[in-house]
């Protein structure tokens, strides 16, 4: 699973502007993804930008005074080069819906330019440029609620679909009562969700499910915690655990989860893949194991413990009694 988060996006746009002609005087979004793409390359080389359906009408957004230039002056007849530019390109269907709408608005075809950030393909007939390879399947951070792959993920609830409860609201009691009620919605899905998988108790099943009524959340199945309270979950520390046990046992192939310390637990328990939205990464078992090592390497013991390791690896088991036995020190 390809995973691409803002931060990439807009890493990726400064890579390759110098692919792109000099002369081009405004970057044209194709809505809704490619507005974010359009505004950071805008940001970033200080060009004008608007959106497709006013660029046909003529129309450009304004700039603040922080951002003005020459060429921020120009008018649409006087554009050099524009760019029409949009998140990803797979098919090609939106990018040959927006070449037929650019044609409409009368500009010369050798003064427009079409790209996309991200394609599976180097080279498409519908683009002049694609900044970056990534395969499928892929997500981004910015439509990964809204991917049909959430039909075959499992979800966590708080801090995913809500925010987190603070301290005072995770009391375990009326003020955490009022906090299932309210919870503000965070990242609220469009698809279907095939396991929620939450550290949730299950006391608390009929709140979370009239929440979840409420926002139009859809899903084949809620998991909740079933022990006794607040206090016995974090005696367990029954959290990533519990919900790594769930997803190695189901048919998801991906696990959302909040906090980056379960998500690393959840890879490497399970097995399997998991996407944090604290940090906006995908989470593997092998990179799960590497962060774990890492860890331990920052104490004496652990240090110990991977030269050990390393040892046997290198020298295999034999070997490595040997190396023992001659470096031991005599009685």
């Not at 080069?81 to 949009?86: Q, S």
């Not at 309210?182 to 949730?200: F, G």
């Not at 399997?272 to 989470?283: G, M, R, S």
Request: glycine letters at 6%; hydrophobic letters at 40%.
């Amino acid at each position: 699973m390809q995973y691409r988060s803002i931060a990439d996006m807009n890493a990726t746009i400064a890579r390759n502007l110098h692919r792109l002609p000099g002369d081009i005087d405004l970057v044209v979004g194709i809505p809704r993804s490619g507005m974010l793409a359009a505004n950071l390359l805008s940001l970033t080389a200080n060009i004008q930008m608007t959106d497709l359906d006013s660029f046909v009408a003529g129309k450009i957004f304004s700039s603040g005074i922080t951002k003005r230039s020459a060429a921020l002056g120009r008018s649409m007849a006087e554009m050099r080069r524009i760019l029409i530019l949009d998140d990803s390109i797979n098919g090609g269907s939106a990018m040959r819906e927006a070449r037929v709408k650019a044609a409409a608005a009368g500009i010369p075809r050798d003064r427009l330019i079409f790209a996309a950030v991200y394609g599976s393909y180097e080279r498409y007939e519908e683009t002049d440029f694609v900044f970056e390879l990534v395969q499928q399947p892929r997500l981004f951070q910015w439509n990964f609620m809204h991917h049909k792959f959430l039909g075959q993920s499992c979800v966590d609830i708080d801090g995913v679909l809500c925010l987190d409860p603070t301290n005072d609201e995770n009391d375990d009691g009326p003020a955490y009562l009022r906090f299932l009620a309210e919870a503000h919605p965070l990242y609220v899905p469009t698809r279907k969700i095939a396991s929620l998988v939450t550290s949730r108790l299950e006391k608390y099943r009929s709140e979370t499910e009239a929440w979840l009524a409420k926002r139009g959340i859809e899903y084949d199945e809620l998991v909740m915690l079933d022990l006794p309270s607040k206090e016995e979950r974090q005696r367990l520390t029954a959290h990533g655990r519990f919900k790594a046990e769930v997803y190695r046992r189901s048919n998801a192939v991906l696990f959302i989860e909040s906090e980056h310390g379960q998500a690393v637990n959840i890879a490497k328990v399970s097995g399997k893949p998991v996407l944090c939205v604290e940090t906006h990464e995908i989470i593997t078992p092998a990179s799960a194991l590497v962060r774990e090592r890492l860890n331990q390497a920052k104490t004496a013991e652990g240090r110990h413990a991977l030269l050990k390791a390393a040892a046997r690896a290198m020298l295999g088991e034999r070997g490595y009694n040997a190396l023992k036995s001659k470096v031991r020190k005599p009685a």
